[in-house]
């Protein structure tokens, strides 16, 4: 990607996306009553916003443009935020909402990742840089609950009252 403004464009809507899909999982985790991980996600959302703030004050005096959904150039077509969004909705339980939002991150981070290692445009580059280091950050704190949750799955002791493995 050789266009600042191109590139905010993508990062804008990048960013609106995840703010969207965040609040998605957090109505899920209240559904699930599950308010810790509800607090998360919500505080996630609230980050995806100020990287969204964050993306057209860099912008400056520029002019960022409005794309069509075809103008888009993301690696498959869709927004990384959006990929494997399809599976949330009111019934998700946490590990798999966690996980979901890992994946978001992960292709986020890699998009810009990507970009920073791919443009010549110096501009593009240091932003892209920027915007993936945050990516990174929220791999990591994701990872951080994912696992704190992993342990308490592996801890928790059997339902009684479950068919054993393998029959149904």
């Known amino acids: 990607m050789e266009d ?3 590139f905010l464009a993508h990062a804008v ?4 996306e995840a ?11 209240r559904t699930d009553g599950n308010v ?6 919500r505080q996630m959302a609230v980050f995806s916003r100020k990287h969204l703030a964050l993306a057209v004050e860099r912008g400056g005096f520029r002019q960022i443009p ?11 077509g869709i927004s990384p935020e959006q990929f494997d969004w399809i599976g949330v909705d009111c019934m998700i339980d946490v590990n798999n909402a966690l996980a979901i939002a890992l994946d978001g991150e992960r292709r986020g981070h890699a998009f ?13 580059r ?21 696992g704190r949750y992993a342990t308490q799955s592996s801890t928790r002791p059997a339902d009684p009252t479950s068919e054993p493995a393998g029959r149904a």
Not at 13 to 16: I, Y
Not at 66 to 76: N, R, S, V
Not at 112 to 124: K, L, Q
Not at 130 to 141: I, T
């Open 36 to 41: 810790a991980v509800e607090a998360f996600f």
């Open 126 to 146: 240091v932003m892209a840089r920027e915007f993936a280091a945050e990516e990174a950050e929220h791999v990591a704190e994701l990872e951080k609950w994912i």
């Open 19 to 29: 703010a969207r899909r965040y609040e998605e999982l957090a109505d899920s985790m």
């Open 112 to 124: 810009y990742a990507v970009i920073a290692c791919s443009t010549g445009d110096p501009e593009v």
């Open 4 to 6: 600042i403004n191109l």
């Open 13 to 16: 809507e990048l960013e609106r």
């Open 66 to 76: 409005a794309l069509t959904a075809e103008a888009y150039q993301w690696p498959d």
